[in-house]
């Protein structure tokens, strides 16, 4: 059977991609990365499951089969790094519109 | 128009890659993911195997996670310094 | 902001605090850890941002204090890594030592014992405490309005 | 204590990083102190490691567990694991002496501004960045510490916030990083899901040559190649270098050798098994030729002095690409690797080296006439020799050195790679010597427009550069002669035994299984 988590990981990437290369948009362009970002931490979780496996926690689990752990872990780092990507990109756009004027990539008119 | 098809070709690119991949919910070699369930109590103590690998296992990626969070508002503090003098 | 919205970020701003330790505290029992705790102790800072607005992003003074605090946390991670340079840095000499957190643990499920992580338990403190302070660091310096 | 060095080399460096800005409240100069004194150990710390590294065997270290060289207990590495290499060692040097010589220069460069404290704290952020990228022997640290070294180094190119280019450069730069990093984060991926492990060498012992390999190879170079500023993916280099501060242009140059450098690693080590080294040995040969020509061509039409250079640094990267390329190309038949397979890669590795100081160099009395004068635009600047002679000086060393003239060092790299390229096929080192001639061509424009000539009216009364910036230009111009007259010192003590650490694949793989 096809596995369609890995086709919405691939969606998700082709999606972020296309937005990359014909918006426009500053924001667009930070919206596109995040969603590409998203796409590969999917494909990072769902690259460690196992058919009926439950949280790799011992708390109370309810049976010893259970998912990968070091995906998980990868993926924890890699949502940080996204966080950090994100954060300094908007920070930079709040004062290039400041500069600019408006957020369009064309429009390269500097205000002062 | 160049760009849609490239776009195109990237899309069946990365398909084709995907599913020649090992079926969803089956992973082929999990030696090292089972080392960690077996022993991850035992070496490290904590019963939650995902926080053992995140701070012990593998612990200079979360260093270099946290120095990662670090220069991300460093950075944002030196872009936001002074809104009103520009200097 | 209205003054229901101010009522009810007081309100609700001291469960929010709790249970973000909580997820800190447990990160080596339940899920959750430094990293999650930390974001959402940092909800709380957003929710007074946005909640009291000029008077909570304007002060110099809870900048200052959030860097201090984020130099703080991430200095006592970097130590704690290098407390285990007798054998090998971020090596868990805490672990199955009987001492502070030093609890043996055997393989199979077990209720979970809070002083069992080894150096996990600090380590979560530490970056939670890191993660907390960078995270509401960002939110108030961008939502700094140009006065 | 020894055996720690190679940890020590990425924790110290993290560990001043956090410090500085406690140090900044106590005190200007103790923050000064502080950022000097851990970047002097840290340098002291690399050359302890290159004594023993370059004699002897392969370093490892394996962090977390009971003793450093405990690197798989169960038959297969878990925890992450170390490893300093020859070149790795060649790399590592470069890095931190270009950080010490880089914070002394910008102690007066950057004090006027606000937030100094920050640009410390992100330089030796930015340190660790490289170092970890250098040394980690796992797929996923080297994709942490790339991005730890994209976040800092995007700080830093947004440093002259009043100025819109340099927020649209630092902007065009952190997405391109973004892109790459969720690149490589996709093919360690990739890796993951074929052999459920993480570590380098693991990896290239278990490699079968399946068809998710080539997509994760595909992915890996394209992500490091877009870190690296070869051409199809350039376009950032000229911006940030151009826009941002002239002592993080220069750490900027050595942070794309060190994604090079990684690029090697791929190549070499992590696919060392791989059938399809030529058609990859051909790819990296076609990306250098493309840098160089390109490069130079758009460098001459330049008139803002930093972006000129900025091209140079792409043309310069086409030289490097071009040598370890024609190594790569022939790895397979022996008998054409002894010929002239390791001359070239030995010119490409120890062009890196001269590559990052004359063009350090270049940077750094680019910022000293900024710092003086205020313009970066060549039109306005003329005769600054009379007010500035050191840095008149230092200039002509730098673009003597990148044209490749012989007393200077960049002739004596330049000469192995046109020898042994010469051999691959003449075609490719008639081009590297014509664009050579172009690059002494575009320097000769430079120094007589900013230099010779007519001194406009507001130049008339300006200094010197203050004492620190003059001593980081002739520390760096000391060791451009040095290495200019005495090559084969360097070159064997150095650069051979790098280059032949990148061939022997297996030394790094016996070194953790």
Known sequence: MISFPFITVIILISMGFFALVFKKNLLKLVMAIHIMASGVNLFLITLGYRQGGVAPIFTNAPNLNMVLPTVQALTLTSIVINIAIVALMLSLIILIYHHCGSLDTRKRKLKQ | MIKKITIIILFIFLLAAVLSLHPFGRPIFTKMDDYFIQNGQKETGSNNIVSSVVFDYRGLDTLGEASILFAAATGVFIIFRSRKKYV | MSKIVKTITSLVSLPIIVFGLYIISHGHLTPGGGFA?????????????????????????????LLLSESLGILTFIILGFFGLSSTFFYNFLANSGEIFGRTILFGLNPGYINSGGMIPLMNLAVGLEVFSALSLIILLMSKEND | MLEHCLVLLIAVPLLAAFFTPLAHKIGEKLRNWWVLFSLVSIQFLVLVLAKNVIGGDIQVYTLGAEFPSLTSPAGFPIRIILEADAIAVFMALISVFAA????????????????????????????????GLIFSGDMFTMFVFLELLSIASCGLIAFYVHRGESLEAAFKYIVISAVAGLMILFSVGFLYAQYGLLNIAAISSALEFTFLDIVALVFLVAGFAMKCGAVPLHLWVSDAYGEAPAPISAILVIASQVSLYALFRISFTLFGALPLKEILGWLVIIFGVLSMFIGVTMAILQTDIKRLMAYHAVSQTGYMLLGVGVGLAVIGNTSALDAFGITAMEGGVFHIMNHAIYQGLLFLTAGAIIYRTGTKDLNKMGGLAKAMPFTAIFFLLGSFAISGLPPLNGFASKLLIY??????????????????????????KVFYLAFLGSTPAKFQKIKEVPKSMGLAMGILALFIVLFGLFPNIVVDGLVSPAARALIEQ????NAVL
């Open chain 3, 37 to 65: 705790g930390g974001a959402i102790i940092a909800t709380f800072i957003t929710l007074l941002a946005v909640a009291f607005g000029k008077e909570i992003t304007g002060r110099n003074l809870s900048k200052q204090l």
């Open chain 4, 100 to 131: 010490l010589v880089i914070s002394i220069y910008s102690l007066r460069f950057i004090e006027k501004y606000k937030s100094t404290d920050k640009y410390y704290a992100l330089l030796l952020i930015l340190t660790a960045g490289m170092l």
């Open chain 4, 506 to 509: 297996f030394q790094y793989i």
């Open chain 4, 419 to 444: 020898e042994s390229v010469f051999r691959f096929s003449p075609l490719l080192s008639i081009i590297a010597i014509l664009v050579s001639i172009l690059t002494l061509a575009s320097f000769v």
